[in-house]
């Protein structure tokens, strides 16, 4: 038998299985932990999904790869309604989750060895997991210059960000796409955060026209209903974007059988169909983050960006992001540093405001009861 690569010399150690120790600090506080690590929806799923989910139990058959049409008009529908964007006849397709797909699409693309996956400087682990899954090579967005000529086979955006909340604007996100058009690249844009802008923030879609021109080739779009409508559980999202590259997925996931359950598919129709609990869910948000901003500002943090999604982006004076993690878990509070999101987050931890109310007090508690 030929030797093989175990795990550990084509991937990287799973980030949070670094923070045990620390959780296991907080664990230990006489209150309990508030872990705020992790952006997991803590919220109940809405009653209006969880019947349509019930309702289409008994569904005995194989379900639609491309979902059914009454989901992919879902999804076209509220990408109109929400965003402003219209898509083609058969340019959407639901997905397992979205970290299925970010880990995957290299894969699903082709993409092999000597093909170059460019991400965000700070970027969720997954994208340069996906191009070593697919034995491409990944890249920072600040490493770009190494290449020189070299080609450039996928880009990776993210805006709202993970971990920063940072909100690219419209002629940022032209110029991304102009730079990856001339060479020929593929964009996919990680847009799991597009409903969630605060302060007046709207963020924008990379096949918003304002962005594309009206053209959505060599584009793609990912989304999530784990954040808007606290399906992380269900594994709800799907892609949209350039019809030739979602059908080349499409035809793929028919081979290797990722297929959203029917059940699952009923969900995300009505999950989409309803905006209301959506709304009502991002206010839920909205009144969490402004207590943990005001409490950790309170106590000396420095908030930067944050200006969409389910995270703060802080910083301490008198600490790195590890320094600031162990401080933190002594008061049995849980939180990300943001070496784990690339070398340039090494004074930061990211927040996740994705706690109950209850919890959000205890940190404003704690936070309150003396200098970090």
């Known amino acids: ?107 699903l693309l082709g993409l092999s060895a000597g093909h170059t996956v460019v991400h965000p400087e700070l970027a969720y682990p997954t994208y340069d997991v996906g191009a070593r899954l697919a034995g491409a090579t990944p890249v920072p967005a600040d490493g770009l210059a190494s290449l020189g000529p070299a080609p450039v086979e996928l880009v990776w955006v993210n805006s709202p960000s993970n971990p920063t909340g940072r909100v690219l604007g419209a002629a940022h996100l032209r110029k991304v796409v102009e730079w990856a058009r001339e060479r020929g690249a593929i964009v996919a844009s990680d847009e799991c955060y597009l409903d969630l802008g605060w302060d007046g923030t709207e963020p924008l879609s990379i096949l918003h026209p304002d962005v594309c021109g009206g053209s959505h080739d060599n584009l793609l779009a990912l989304h999530s209903l784990s954040k808007r409508s606290n399906l992380a559980g269900y594994r709800a999202a799907f892609v949209a974007g350039d019809p030739a590259l979602v059908g080349e997925l499409l035809d793929v996931r028919k081979h290797a059988g990722m297929i959203v359950p029917a059940p699952v598919q009923a969900a995300m129709r009505a999950a989409l169909d309803d905006d209301s609990h959506a709304a009502e869910q991002k206010e839920r948000y909205r009144a969490r983050r402004a207590r943990l901003r005001a409490a950790f500002e309170g106590a000396g943090w420095r908030i930067e960006h944050s200006e969409a999604g389910l995270y703060l982006w802080a910083s301490h004076p008198d600490h790195d992001a590890w320094g600031a993690v162990a401080e933190l878990a002594e008061r049995g509070i849980l939180v990300a540093p943001g070496e784990f999101y690339g070398a340039a987050g090494a004074g930061h931890v990211r927040v996740a405001f994705t706690a109950t109310d209850e919890r959000v007090e205890a940190v404003v508690g704690r936070l309150g009861s003396g200098a970090l």
């Open 1 to 107: 038998m030929a030797d093989r690569r175990p795990v550990t010399d084509r991937l990287p150690t799973f980030p949070w299985d670094r923070l045990a120790p620390y959780k296991a600090t907080a664990a230990a506080h006489p209150d309990g932990i508030v872990n705020l690590s992790v952006g997991t929806p803590v919220d109940p799923v809405p009653a209006s999904v969880q019947s349509a989910l019930a309702e289409s139990s008994d569904t005995p058959g194989y379900p639609l790869t491309w979902g059914t049409a009454e989901l992919r008009s879902s999804i076209s529908a509220w990408l109109e309604r929400r965003h402003g964007v219209g898509v083609a006849e058969g340019a959407v397709l639901p997905t397992v989750g979205s970290k299925e797909l970010v880990a995957w699409l290299p894969t």
